[in-house]
């Protein structure tokens, strides 16, 4: 079925992942300036008409050099059976995390010094608030995203990278919304990303259907016509007739898309190059999940607030939705947590703009 939001692609060029859904991996999307109001007034004109977009220059080259040492340091600082140092690719096997998706939700991640210290970027906040038209946001206390090099892992032989056996490497194709269409068929959280290495065909990252969100709602009022009360072909037909976009970003961008919007992570498409002669091993990507939405949107904000104090002082990591309390990585208290919050970063969690 031919969509109004769907480029004039080139089959040909496309490749089909593991789910058969065919996905571009070239195409770079473009990229919005948070600097420039009329520039971000579009890329969120962009993000309602297809259900992602990329707002470009939210942190700085410091601010990127800060980030990154800091997710390395929370790594670092891991407890035996971790053993993890930057560069030292041998310590890497041992890994935190849902390695089949690349995310890190455990160990204190969602209220470490890195995650703080990201969410609490002015232009961050700045972004949502365009996006809710009010500064009174809940930030959510999400974790982070790793991939390792799987094409450098020092414990597997050729042989098991090209049967594709490789433990390290993500799983993709996990197509999924975060916000079901049936109970809230309107826009009520939009997930972020960001981006502190660059992304491409060659690293893997995010995966979205385009225009998929409002496919949704298309397909819903269509079939409630006709008294189709069936979920599972809807959610098929809209895989089958869009197409996979990886998204292409630079260091300091943020990725935003519409929780309606069907996506999921995607490993690398195109074996990335070895290393020079006395390059650093890095990792292949390092992103910051994070999400702002109002405060007017909780439906207990007394309880709410409660729960996610109580969260930040016991290091626990909960999911991308501010106003709707979910733990993720389990209940383990990971200590009480020894950061100093600003004024700036308490507002965050209590959902003010003081």
Request: charged share 20%; proline share 6%; with cysteine.
């Amino acid at each position: 079925m031919a969509r109004a939001d769907r480029p004039n692609k080139n089959d040909q060029l496309m490749e089909l992942d593991r789910a058969g859904i065919k996905v571009d991996y070239r195409t770079k999307s473009p990229r919005f300036s948070c600097q420039d109001p009329e520039t971000l007034a579009d890329g969120l004109r962009h993000l309602e008409r297809h259900g992602y977009t990329i707002i470009s220059d939210v942190l700085d080259e410091i601010e990127i050099n800060t980030a990154k040492n800091l997710i390395w340091q929370h790594l670092e600082g891991l407890k035996s059976p971790y053993k993890i140092k930057r560069g030292q690719i041998h310590t890497w096997n041992i890994w935190p995390g849902r390695h089949e998706a690349g995310i890190v939700e455990d160990f204190g991640s969602g209220n470490s010094q890195a995650q703080w210290f990201i969410r609490s970027v002015p232009a961050i906040k700045d972004i949502f608030a365009e996006i809710w038209l009010t500064r009174n946001l809940l930030c959510s206390m999400d974790g982070i995203g790793l991939f390792r090099p799987w094409h450098l892992n020092p414990q597997i032989q050729q042989r098991d990278i090209e049967n594709k056996t490789n433990p390290w490497k993500t799983i993709g194709a996990n197509w999924h919304v975060d916000q079901s269409p049936v109970t809230k068929p309107n826009r009520v959280c939009v997930q972020g990303i960001i981006n502190l290495l660059p992304a491409d065909e060659t690293t893997g990252g995010l995966m979205v259907i385009p225009g998929s969100h409002n496919r949704f709602h298309e397909l819903l009022s269509i079939w409630k016509k006709t008294g189709n009360n069936s979920k599972i072909p809807l959610y098929h037909e809209i895989l089958q007739e869009g197409y996979g976009l990886l998204i292409h970003a630079q260091p300091g961008d943020l990725l935003l898309w519409d929780s309606r919007t069907v996506h999921c992570n995607t490993p690398s498409f195109v074996t990335p190059q070895p290393l020079n002669n006395g390059e650093r091993t890095d990792l292949l990507r390092m992103v910051s999940y994070i999400c702002m939405t109002p405060l007017a949107f909780a439906e207990n904000p007394d309880e709410l607030i409660d729960r996610r104090l109580n969260a930040f002082r016991y290091r626990l990591t909960t999911s991308h939705w501010p106003h709707e309390f979910q733990l993720m990585g389990g209940e383990i208290s990971r200590g009480e947590n020894s950061i100093q919050l600003t004024d700036y970063q308490r507002n965050l969690i209590l959902g003010i703009d003081q």
